[in-house]
C-alpha cells in the first residue's frame, strides 16, 4: 500500500501526531536561499505552529503519517 502526501495548507494531522514533513527552509548567510528536505515534526493546535526536528523556520508544504512500529521486534 502506499501512502500519501497531504497538503498542510489543505489538512492538517491531529494535534500532537508525530508525522514525516517535507518543507523549505532558510539558508542562513545566504539571503534569499531556501533549501527542501523532510524530517519529522508536529503540529500544534494551542499554538497553529509546527514543531521540527533539525530545522530552524521550516515552511511545511506537505506531511506524511509515520507506519505503526513493527510486532514483536
Known amino acids: 500500500m502506499k501512502a500519501e502526501w497531504r497538503i498542510a495548507s489543505e489538512i492538517l494531522p491531529e ?3 508525530k508525522v514525516l514533513v ?3 527552509h532558510p539558508v ?3 539571503k534569499k536561499s531556501y533549501r527542501r528536505g523532510m524530517t519529522c515534526g508536529k503540529y500544534s493546535d494551542s ?3 509546527w514543531e521540527c526536528e533539525n530545522l530552524i523556520g521550516i515552511r511545511v508544504i506537505a506531511w506524511l503519517p509515520l ?3 513493527p510486532e514483536g521486534v
Do not use: L
Open 15 to 17: 494535534d500532537g501526531e
Open 22 to 24: 517535507y518543507g523549505e
Open 28 to 30: 542562513y548567510g545566504i
Open 47 to 49: 499554538t497553529g505552529k
Open 67 to 69: 507506519p505503526e512500529a
